[in-house]
């Protein structure tokens, strides 16, 4: 019955050679008028995730599933199509790849020494290279025959596809996995709006960082809002400014309407918080895709609230061959290849929606075999089967055509051998739009078996005469990939190869067993359970061959466990999960009271010998001898111990994800340290180790207006925006000195503005003026707004200068000498803002007493650290 499956498939590949949709490209040739209705009889069918028809019909007519029938019942005017034994289930859908997407130009050399470089600006583009919002997929999609059968031989009938290259993508669209013509295969185009944190093929330095990516995005976000109010004004009034035309800008627009949603492609769990913190400031609606280790912080992705895209790509078994190497796995990388496949059933269990996506996998032919290892270790085949057909579908805007095996939708079909994730299942056939693509079609013929193999040769004996020589023959192996042996006994040898192409044959062996000299090779025919042909012994001698079949071939019983051992991560999931992770934050009792211990206050009380300290709901309470202590208090016995204040790290680095410079502009007071705080760095556990609490984390001394800082506790366990601290004033680095003005970075740069000290000053004074200038404008447009200009456009780099010189965010420098930090104190008198500290001075002694007496007169209070 299979046969006739695949004769009638081969039939149809060539009857449906044109294209079965209406079009406007002129036909070349005949046209296409074979009758396209036909029924596939005697199949199972695996309708949905939920439901399954044992055995059934499918009726395809014109491309679409026309019925489906719980019996084998076939329409009068059907071509009937045999697929007794097999089963039948939706087509998958891949809701995240750059299918048919030209490749990206990748940078050569140095990147360039400016954030913006004069180049040849083609269109109203962005100012930015790594903002191409403007793209729309449809007007670059080229169908890849190659990479199509790729994904077709994994079950893959549709794709969303864009251009991943950059940190604004364009519009995706979503492509059938057929052959013909782009107009014929895209099923929808403008589908969602691709973002991610990565720079991509960029010639700009800007960004240069996770952060300034994440700047980019909010400012350009912003942008649009401006570009959007800007134009409609100037559609009001054209005799006022004429606003810019920016496509990239204008793209944007529909997502901030709520008319289009965001794939954002995150690499971790914590740029998804980073990426839904960026949609809930401008309302956005996004799917997420993810790195594949959400597991880490299961609670947090769950009150995302948004569906996921995650990969099927688990990592490799760390290398531990050798206890050398074993020594160098760290523990993280140990519990990522442990945990990482139980990845897809946790967020199942969690009721977190997700669909796969094969993109990312370094070999195609892993992701079905990856699947399985997902379901050893918890995922059910429902849960599987959803996340690559009904929630793809509808992720990709297209469940009413697609993801089920329903009448009316597209008879996009997978034919498989039994249950499509089962590790010796063969996938047949995929059906696109009705037509079959053969993936692992069944051989014509079946070579396994006992043969009685007959060669004829010249009789050495006799000149002029031959000889019959019998061998016995076992073929044996998969069908697709058949082995076998010859002879018998203490002489049976291993056959070298054994190749079927349709009905030709070819086998070859080892003759020195079967005392023959070299190599013999073997080809012919097959027809049902006979064959022959000609062959050469390793002389070189010409022989012929017949073999008939004497048994036929009977499989091995399967003998492996029916339900594979299911298996859990080796160690519970901790916070971080790294070393020293913690099983969760520690509880905080509503009292807790240290007593009988030496406190060192740090205040006017001094030491405090055998003292008692009272904290309540997370606040000192009270410090003393003769402290009343709540009854319903936890009390630590402080007997023989020191207690002192947490210490304080007022000028650090830590706990920052990717580069703490964004150093391609020479002010990037748009970027946020609070935008990057990485919850996972050990640094921050071995800090509290030692006695640190608190810390000031700063951006770098790249640039002379840096990123805005943030003040962090300690608590190790948490999440990002839980270490931050609330109470901490808004605070933003200042830089003097050698690194702002690039010495000794290298030759590739020496053109960003400023090279010199005087040029810093200038930098300063240039960005102050324009703070003040800005300010002006919005207050100014606030109290008489008019549809006789422009709207504002808001500036998040000028927002923060503003802040300082409102007193709201207090600057921290990095300087050396005292001239430049005297200058900077010129400007604080001349602007009104407050300068926190200087750090790194080398000659603070020089100005040491006249910062005392301003900070003493209340007048730019600061300090010195690090002297």
């Not at 996009?412 to 249950?419: K, N």
């Not at 001898?625 to 210490?647: H, N, S, Y």
């Not at 931050?724 to 050698?738: R, Y």
Request: aromatic share 8%; with cysteine.
């Amino acid at each position: 019955m299979k046969s006739s499956y695949f004769l009638l498939c081969s039939a149809l590949i060539i009857a449906l050679s044109q294209p079965l949709f209406a079009q406007t490209t002129p036909v070349d040739g005949l046209r296409h008028k074979t009758p396209d209705i036909y029924a596939l009889t005697n199949v199972k069918i695996v309708v949905s995730p939920e439901k399954t028809i044992e055995r059934g019909t499918i009726v395809v007519r014109n491309g679409r599933i026309a019925e489906v029938l719980s019996d084998s019942v076939v329409p009068a005017d059907a071509y009937p199509i045999n697929g007794k034994g097999m089963t039948v289930y939706p087509g998958f859908i891949e809701p995240f790849s750059d299918y048919g997407m030209p490749k990206p130009q990748l940078p050569q050399g140095p990147m360039i020494d400016e954030p913006h470089p004069t180049i040849e600006r083609k269109g109203a583009l962005s100012w930015n290279g790594a903002n191409h919002a403007e793209r729309v997929a449809t007007m670059i999609f080229t169908p890849d025959e190659s990479r199509a059968e790729e994904l077709r031989s994994q079950g893959f009938c549709i794709a969303q596809t864009a251009d991943l290259d950059g940190i604004f993508r364009g519009n995706s669209c979503s492509v059938s996995l057929g052959e013909g013509i782009p107009n014929n295969l895209i099923l929808a185009g403008a589908t969602y709006q691709m973002v991610s944190f990565e720079k991509g093929s960029s010639h700009q330095d800007y960004p240069s960082s996770l952060m300034g990516a994440i700047a980019l995005i909010r400012q350009a976000f912003y942008d649009a809002q401006w570009y959007e109010s800007a134009q409609a004004t100037y559609a009001g009034n054209p005799r006022i400014q004429r606003p810019e035309i920016n496509d990239a800008l204008a793209a944007l627009e529909p997502a901030l309407d709520h008319k289009q949603e965001i794939v954002f492609d995150c690499s971790d769990e914590l740029n998804l918080l980073r990426a839904k913190k960026i949609g809930d400031e401008f309302g956005l609606s996004l799917i997420l895709k993810g790195g594949g280790y959400e597991y880490r912080r299961l609670d947090a992705v769950k009150n995302l609230n948004d569906t996921l895209i995650i990969p099927i790509d688990f990592p490799p078994a760390p290398d531990v061959s050798t206890p050398e190497s074993e020594s160098e796995v760290p523990f993280a990388e140990l519990k990522r290849w442990d945990a990482a496949p139980s990845n897809p059933a946790q967020l199942a269990g969690a009721h977190i929606p997700f669909a796969f996506t094969s993109h990312g996998i370094k070999d195609i032919k892993d992701f079905l075999a990856n699947i399985r290892k997902a379901m050893l270790h918890g995922l059910t085949e429902k849960q599987a089967l959803a996340a690559l057909t009904t929630v793809p579908a509808g992720i990709c805007g297209i469940e009413k055509i697609a993801g089920t095996i329903e009448p009316g939708k597209l008879a996009d079909l997978i034919v498989t051998s039994g249950p499509i994730f089962a590790e010796k299942t063969t996938l047949y056939t995929v059906w696109i739009d009705g037509r079959p693509y053969p993936v692992n079609p069944e051989p014509e013929i079946e070579p396994r078996g006992k043969w009685n193999l007959v060669i004829t040769q010249s009789d050495s004996k006799r000149p002029g005469s031959s000889i019959n020589i019998p061998f016995p023959v076992d073929i044996s192996g998969e069908q697709n990939a058949p082995e076998g042996t010859i002879g018998a006994g203490a002489k049976q040898t291993k056959l070298r190869s054994f190749t079927v192409n349709n009905h030709d044959i070819s086998f070859d062996f080892t003759g020195d067993s079967l005392d023959r000299t070299g190599v013999v090779r073997l080809s012919g025919k097959m027809t049902g359970d006979s064959a022959s042909g000609f062959g050469a012994l390793g002389d070189g001698e010409t022989i012929y061959w017949s073999a008939t079949r004497s048994e036929k071939f009977t499989p091995k019983p399967d003998t492996s466990p029916k339900a594979p051992q299911m298996r859990a991560p080796m160690f519970p999931t901790v916070y971080p999960d790294i070393a020293f992770g913690v099983p969760k934050t520690p509880d905080q009792p509503k009292w807790v009271a240290i007593t009988n211990a030496r406190i060192w206050t740090s205040a006017s009380a001094g030491i405090i010998d055998s003292g008692t300290i009272l904290f309540g709901d997370g606040k000192i309470k009270a410090v003393g001898r003769k402290i009343t202590v709540p009854a319903d208090a936890l009390v630590i016995d402080g007997q023989g111990k020191e207690v002192t204040a947490g210490i304080v790290d007022e000028h650090s680095h830590i706990a920052i994800s990717d580069d703490v410079n964004e150093g391609a502009e020479s002010v990037s007071a748009e970027v946020r340290i609070g935008d990057v705080i990485n919850s996972d760095d050990i640094y921050t556990y071995w800090q509290l180790a030692g006695g640190t609490t608190i810390s000031h984390c700063l951006h770098g001394s790249a640039n002379p207006i840096g990123g805005q800082c943030q003040v962090i506790k300690h608590r190790w366990g948490a999440l990002p925006e839980d270490m931050k601290m609330k109470e901490a004033p808004g605070t933003i680095k200042f830089a003097l000195g050698e690194n702002v003005k690039q010495s000794n970075w290298g030759d590739n740069y020496n053109t960003r503005y400023p090279q010199t000290r005087m040029g810093v000053e200038e930098i300063l004074r240039d960005e102050f003026q324009s703070a003040r200038e800005y300010e002006q404008k919005w207050n100014d447009w606030k109290k008489h707004p008019s549809r006789d200009s422009l709207p504002p456009r808001r500036d998040l780099k000028l927002d923060a200068i503003v802040e300082i010189l409102n007193g709201d965010r207090f600057i921290h420098v990095h300087s050396y000498v005292a001239p430049e930090i005297l200058m900077l104190m010129r400007l604080a008198e001349e602007y009104g803002f407050r300068i926190g500290t200087f750090t790194h001075v080398l000659e603070g002694y020089k100005v040491a007493p006249r910062i005392e007496k301003r900070r003493r007169d209340g007048v730019n209070v600061c300090r010195l650290v690090g002297l």
